[in-house]
């Protein structure tokens, strides 16, 4: 596959997949320190479960791209002691309920070895990893994770909610100096957007104003986001005006642009796909009303999963997902409380 | 309370035909208050030739169960690991083990008087980081367990640096974010210490694998106590050394005790550490490890097959741990006072002082007059290290807390900073 993009044969969109495996591909052109590692990544091992890494082995070898024993602890371990020698290492975690086995890895070396080292070392790994329930994958494939990380100081997460910005935030992860973990959906992987430009880094720790609006601020990250946009275009033919606040960063979190934009609106609805309780989406919604009590028009609102595991029945699933349409009567809800006042 | 008690339907499984099963719990052979034996620890008397280094690893299976000594019991040279050193190498082996023995004394009284909260010392083992340090190149890298602190004293790293982070002062290069001896010296080659065990045998697997990628020459070597062996993060670590060949050495320090259980906890009763390596595909050497000359003989060997392209192999450095565990720690709870002098394998320093003495390169005098001088040293560099402050008395500031936790200051650690009115 070639990562030229701006060829006119080219359809004007990329898939999810193809931004990741672009992402890859030219991350591992831009700088030999980068390598890859992970299960079943290589080429002769089909190049990856959902073909991210397809090519890559072939492309730059097998010294580069290693297909491991299935062993998570000692992907993540051993891609800390790569990165100590100077290599950007990207290991893979093929689904995020496995990331509960190198934990101790993460949370306790790569997350705190620049602190506890007193400054003399730094861990620069990307962990890629993906999930999402939908897919009728179970409570064991399914989980969002994001907030465990989230809440551990030196780890940044990611999780992008278009092909180009997870183009663009999967090479911010790789060149970013601390250790980051990126969270790819795996319901929306063949869904498209618009090509990014090849090279182009999006900084991390920065959100994105998806959508400009006047009346309520959504703030959320990856596939809700995308659901959000959705929604914003439909309210605004109700004349509605919703303001989609892309984190495209969980952690560290831009508060500065989510306040900016709930002081404009005066209301709030976070949304997330993990579960409600102790999710990000709490965070996100205490540092609101923290600094922005007097000057809101509502409650902020969460729309989030239930507090259940992942069901397996597509019913079951539907039943236990968050839906767009709670989105919707979430931005309804905080609109009513303006009108009752 | 018998476990047949426990079964209202015992009845039912004696009727079946069968025995009761049963389990079996690991016991150390004497407890407090009897007298220590060690009389169940077989000495071989097989003498295992050096093998060449590219030998196939089912012609090492031996090595995994013996016991490689090149100082006999009459402190001569008894086969041929005979590693060939320079008395004047030997001396500085000796000098290090003294040292470290020497620092490790003065910093235990540190802590005993207040200056610092916790400290471990590594007596009965400085052969093995010391003569592993000397056969490994200066740039080589160690990622140690927590009683390695000889490495950082062979590869003459400043006494006081090393103070000055056990008395978390105002020179701690630590800042305060460090628990006493949990060293990192990353111009030393020594990495951070871990307090989770065993995260740093993948984590050196994984920068050998990244050294032979950039077609460096460095090697690295690991450190684990016999209990860690139970952690998973060693059965990883020597998963991946076996599948990519990794140039990596991965020590495995039997010194009796996991804190207070005995090694047959983690399964040493058994079989032994080193054949953990067999399962895997790995040689492993079992290593007398208060044998400065046989420690390092066997480590030579294992780096001169990872530098032939033959991978990584697992040494078993079979020694005793002396003194307690850490200064929180009271052995008289759990194992006969006085176990530490009937050690059969005796003390380290003492065996190498011996054999040069028996080879006319040393004396009593000389070992005197050494013992003088690091003790002076050690006396120094402790009086300078505490000119920069003990335990709590020059602090780091706290707003210095908020730094490497990233690269960059994010905007919520700068509020918090400037909540603490920074």
């Known amino acids: ?341 | 309370m018998s476990s047949a008690s426990l079964n209202p339907e015992a009845s039912v499984a004696a009727d079946s035909g069968h025995q009761p099963l049963r389990f079996y719990v690991p016991e150390p052979k004497c407890r407090p208050g009897s007298a220590p034996d060690f009389s169940g620890i077989q000495l071989p008397t097989e003498v295992l030739p050096r093998p060449p280094v590219d030998a196939s690893q089912d012609q090492l299976h031996a090595y995994a169960y013996g016991l490689i000594r090149v100082l006999g019991d009459d402190h001569k040279i008894i086969d041929e690991w005979n590693p060939q050193l320079d008395a004047n190498v030997l001396r500085k082996g000796l000098r290090s083990m003294l040292l470290t023995r020497i620092y490790d004394q003065r910093m235990l009284r540190a802590q005993r008087t207040g200056k610092t909260s916790f400290y471990m010392q590594c007596t009965g083992e400085e052969a093995i980081a010391v003569a592993q340090a000397m056969a490994l190149e200066p740039d080589d890298m160690c990622f140690p367990s927590y009683r390695q602190q000889g490495l950082l004293i062979a590869r003459e790293w400043p006494l006081v640096d090393m103070m000055c982070q056990v008395y978390n002062n105002s020179e701690d290069r630590m800042k305060g974010r460090q628990l006493p001896v949990f060293y990192s010296a990353k111009k030393a080659g020594f990495f951070s210490i871990s307090g989770n065990l065993g995260t740093q045998f993948v984590q050196a697997v994984g920068w050998a694998m990244a050294s032979a990628y950039k077609g460096d020459t460095r090697l690295a070597a690991a450190w684990v106590g016999d209990g860690t062996t139970a952690e998973a993060d060693f059965h990883y670590a020597l998963t991946f050394a076996a599948v990519y060949r990794v140039p990596v050495l991965l020590n495995v320090v039997n010194n009796q005790w996991a804190i207070s259980s005995f090694q047959g906890i983690a399964g040493g009763e058994v079989t032994t550490f080193a054949a953990r390596a067999v399962g895997y595909g790995l040689p492993g050497l079992r290593v007398d490890g208060n044998d400065f000359l046989a420690v390092y003989a066997a480590t030579k060997w294992a780096i001169a097959r990872a530098r032939a392209g033959m991978g990584a192999t697992v040494i078993e450095l079979y020694t005793y741990r002396a003194a307690a565990h850490s200064s929180s720690d009271d052995p008289s709870g759990y194992r006969p006072e006085g176990e530490g002098a009937l050690w059969p394998l005796g003390d380290p320093i003492e065996r190498l002082k011996q054999h040069l003495i028996a080879i006319g390169e040393w004396s009593q005098e000389q070992h005197d007059a050494l013992t003088s001088e690091l003790t002076e040293e050690v006396k120094s560099a402790g009086k300078e290290a505490e000119s920069f402050g003990t335990l709590g008395s020059k602090g780091t500031s706290p707003s210095t807390m908020f730094d490497d936790v990233y690269k960059e200051l994010p905007q919520h650690l700068r509020r918090q900073r400037q909540q603490l009115g920074y």
């Open chain 1, 1 to 341: 596959m070639s990562a030229v993009i701006d060829t006119a044969a080219k359809p004007e969109v990329i898939t999810f997949t193809e931004a990741f495996s672009r992402a890859l591909h030219d991350a591992m052109e831009m700088d030999p320190a980068v390598i890859t590692l992970g299960e079943d990544i290589g080429d002769e091992e089909g190049g990856g479960i959902f073909k991210v890494t397809k090519g890559l082995s072939t492309k730059f070898g097998t010294d580069r791209v290693k297909t491991t024993p299935i062993s998570e602890q000692a992907i993540v371990g051993a891609a800390i002691g790569a990165s100590l020698a100077g290599m950007r290492p990207i290991a893979e975690i093929m689904l995020m309920n496995f990331i509960t086995v190198p934990m101790d890895q993460i949370v306790n070396h790569a997350a705190k070895l620049r602190f506890m080292s007193g400054g003399q070392t730094h861990v620069p790994i990307t962990i890629r990893t993906r999930t999402g329930a939908g897919a009728g994958t179970g409570g064991q494939h399914s989980d969002m994770l994001e907030a465990w990380f989230a809440h551990v100081a030196g780890m940044k997460v990611v999780v992008p909610s278009t092909p180009a910005d997870a183009y663009g935030l999967l090479l911010g992860c790789i060149f970013d100096n601390d250790p980051c973990l990126f969270i790819e959906d795996q319901l929306t992987r063949t869904q498209t957007g618009p090509v990014p430009v090849k090279g182009e880094i999006i900084k991390l720790g920065k959100a994105h104003i998806a959508r400009e609006g006047t009346d309520v601020s959504v703030i959320g990250y990856g596939r809700p986001v995308r659901d959000a946009m959705v929604l914003a275009e439909k309210l605004a033919a109700e004349g509605i005006s919703v303001e989609v606040v892309d984190l495209r960063t969980v952690s560290p979190l831009d508060t500065e642009t989510v306040l900016k934009s709930v002081a404009k609106t005066g209301r709030a609805v976070v949304i997330h796909e993990a579960p409600r309780s102790f999710g990000c989406g709490a965070e996100i919604a205490a540092r609101i009303q923290e600094s922005l009590y007097s000057e809101l028009k509502a409650p902020v609102l969460r729309v989030a999963s239930r507090d259940v595991t992942v069901p397996f029945s597509r019913v079951l699933e539907a039943a236990y997902l968050y839906q767009a349409s709670g989105i919707e009567a979430a931005i309804r809800q905080t609109l009513e409380k303006r009108a009752a006042r």
